[in-house]
């Protein structure tokens, strides 16, 4: 059993505002976003007012259609796993050879296989062969099922959870025949911080990265802290934020690429974190902040940098309006249906998978309003 603070074991006792409950199902707030509804005729977005903060979040993605959750398998000799996560994973019938690795990382109070098809990320693999690692954490380790991104001996190279990820990477290289210049980590929440510490950690395994609602690397180092960056990160420059990095592994370049996602009324992960992330991996990739794209439209704020190739290699987009969660596209508002209403998944009519995937390279590029964010 890892250590648990009384005094923070307490506070999960009494529930926070922030944790769910049955009068708080869906952390949402009473606001009025707008989204995206379709098109002009110039083809720029329509937006329209919502009804609920953070997006038509009716119905739950806890338990996912059961076809999906089937086509996982959990997977138990993969190596030594000293942070005792299990593992679960997902590939189409048809896996192409030389085909991509996603590593998902749910949030706390979630498991893996819902929030894979609540994320549309089952829909993804199937549709554009891709193969799925899903690490899931366990009760033992943490009573809200949190991975723990602040410990470290769990986010660091060679220890704890992360080492437990890295090793699920290289038993889903030995099941399937993956291509190891596409391997990509994205996460929720808990999840995304995580999956900022696997980038730090492991930069030489990963292509690419997604940061939703989380936090930059190095943000804390014990749960108190956990709590206090949640709420406001510390306050270092961008080359203290990157050393940070720099100092998580003996790599030194070429770093991955990075796409972060945040709500402008996320009241669990303050957004200033994501501004932090940003400045975190802007310093590691040499790029000035003045260096930017940016596009506001409706209540999308997009943000842009790109290396001296002109490829994109970071991007933080903000959601005006949005709470903690994940943009999800579950009307198909912007093309195909992706992903299912529910808690923290937030429907704002735009896919964050497609989104993510196109960046990340994976995707042709998406019926979205890509066209006017984009050059």
């Not at 903060?53 to 996982?72: D, N, V």
């Not at 893996?112 to 690692?133: I, P, Q």
């Not at 802290?225 to 510390?234: L, R, W, Y």
Request: glycine letters at 10%; a positive charge.
């Amino acid at each position: 059993m890892k250590w648990f603070p009384r005094r923070l074991a307490g506070i999960v006792r009494k529930r926070p505002r922030w944790l769910p409950s049955k009068s708080n199902p869906t952390f949402t707030k009473s606001t009025t976003p707008l989204v995206q509804t379709g098109t002009t005729a110039a083809g720029r977005p329509h937006f329209a007012k919502l009804d609920q903060a953070g997006g038509r979040t009716t119905g739950s993605a806890q338990q996912p259609p059961s076809h999906q959750q089937q086509q996982l398998r959990q997977v138990t000799d993969f190596g030594s796993n000293p942070g005792h996560l299990r593992m679960f994973e997902y590939a189409p019938v048809d896996l192409p050879a030389k085909a991509p690795l996603i590593v998902i990382l749910h949030g706390c109070n979630q498991r893996a296989a819902a929030y894979a098809a609540g994320a549309g990320w089952m829909e993804f693999a199937a549709e554009h062969g891709a193969a799925l690692l899903l690490p899931e954490q366990r009760l033992r380790n943490s009573p809200v099922m949190c991975f723990n991104w602040y410990q470290r001996t769990d986010a660091m190279r060679g220890s704890g959870e992360a080492l437990s990820i890295r090793q699920m990477i290289e038993r889903m290289s030995d099941l399937y025949d993956i291509d190891n210049k596409r391997i990509f980590v994205t996460g929720l929440s808990a999840g995304g911080a995580m999956a900022a510490a696997m980038l730090a950690a492991y930069p030489e395994v990963f292509a690419g990265g997604a940061v939703l609602a989380g936090l930059p690397f190095g943000a804390a180092t014990n749960m108190s802290e956990a709590f206090t960056a949640m709420g406001s990160p510390a306050r270092r420059s961008a080359a203290q934020w990157g050393q940070i990095v720099r100092n998580a592994s003996s790599h030194n370049g070429p770093w991955p690429r990075l796409i972060i996602w945040h709500g402008s009324k996320d009241r669990t992960v303050s957004p200033a974190n994501a501004k932090a992330l940003e400045q975190q991996w802007r310093h590691l990739h040499d790029l000035s902040e003045d260096a930017v794209l940016q596009v506001v439209q409706g209540n999308v704020t997009d943000r842009v940098w790109h290396n001296g190739s002109g490829a994109p290699v970071i991007e933080r987009l903000l959601i005006d309006g949005m709470d903690h969660g994940i943009p999800i596209d579950a009307q198909g508002m912007n093309g195909a249906a992706a992903g299912l209403a529910g808690p923290f998944m937030l429907d704002v009519g735009l896919s964050s998978t497609r989104w993510i995937t196109e960046f990340w390279g994976l995707a042709k590029q998406c019926n979205q309003p890509r066209h006017w964010l984009r050059w």
